[in-house]
């Protein structure tokens, strides 16, 4: 299985402003995935990201709230911008395993809460 | 599109004792079904999985069963242990997609 990173694992943030994660992986994958996990909840799908073109948004969620990077193989950020109380979640990113069916694994998360 | 549905929200057993949770599916295309364990303040972590072909699959304690028709799978955890206790999703994912739809969770207590 893959080996994925993630910066901030946590942040306390002011309304108003922006946060970017980051997610590395430890080989090349082809797709990652970033998903958000409100508290008690199941895992939402944000968005796909492809490298070399844009992400693909979920019903719901759109590049002006959560504009997506994917400049290599190994990398990709997301950013939640102007931030609101109600975007205090856990944000993941995952990545496929590299068998023919393709598990999904999950990065350690980053736990993000807006005052 | 896919629509797991995830029961029960909340099971509570004794040490020793067996777990049975169940999810069923909406999209009869789903061909691979994955579950996750998630401890509190872990990531999510995939502990057995398996595909339409095959109807039951197993790996020690943890089993799951696949019926096709009824559109429903289940997780079964035998002798359970306090360190079982962790929220477990199931997903179900459509052939030609590489997104699977998550069930809402199910909170497994294990009381020593």
């Known amino acids: 299985s893959a080996v994925i990173s993630q910066k901030p694992s946590r942040d306390i943030c002011q309304r108003g402003t922006s946060l970017t994660i980051q997610c590395q992986v430890d080989?090349?994958?082809?797709?990652m995935f970033w998903y958000r996990q409100q508290p008690g909840q199941s895992l939402t799908l944000i968005a796909t990201?492809?490298?070399?073109?844009?992400?693909?948004?979920e019903s719901g969620f759109v590049i002006d709230k959560f504009p997506i990077s994917r400049p290599n193989l190994t990398f990709s950020t997301l950013t939640v911008s102007n931030m609101s109380p109600e975007d205090s979640s856990i944000y993941l990113c995952?990545?496929?395993?590299?068998?023919?069916?393709?598990?999904?694994?999950f990065g350690p998360g980053t736990r993000l809460t807006v005052l | 599109g896919e629509n797991v549905e995830q029961h029960p929200s909340t099971l509570s057993v004794q040490e020793g004792d067996s777990a049975v949770i169940k999810c069923t599916y909406s999209?009869?295309?789903?061909?691979?079904f994955p579950w996750y364990k998630q401890e509190l303040g872990k990531r999510p972590q995939l502990i057995i999985d398996?595909?339409?072909?095959?109807g039951e699959k197993k790996d020690q304690r943890i089993a799951v069963t696949l019926n096709k028709t009824a559109k429903h799978f289940s997780l079964h955890i035998t002798e359970t242990q306090p360190e079982d206790s962790a929220v477990y999703f199931c997903?179900?994912?459509?052939?030609?997609?590489?997104?699977?739809?998550f069930g809402r969770g199910t909170s497994l207590i294990v009381h020593p």
């Open positions: 398996i595909r339409s072909n095959v």
């Open positions: 999209d009869s295309a789903s061909n691979y």
């Open positions: 080989s090349q994958v082809t797709m």
């Open positions: 995952s990545v496929e395993g590299s068998d023919s069916y393709n598990e999904q694994f």
């Open positions: 990201a492809n490298q070399g073109s844009e992400a693909t948004y």
């Open positions: 997903a179900a994912r459509p052939g030609g997609s590489y997104i699977p739809t």
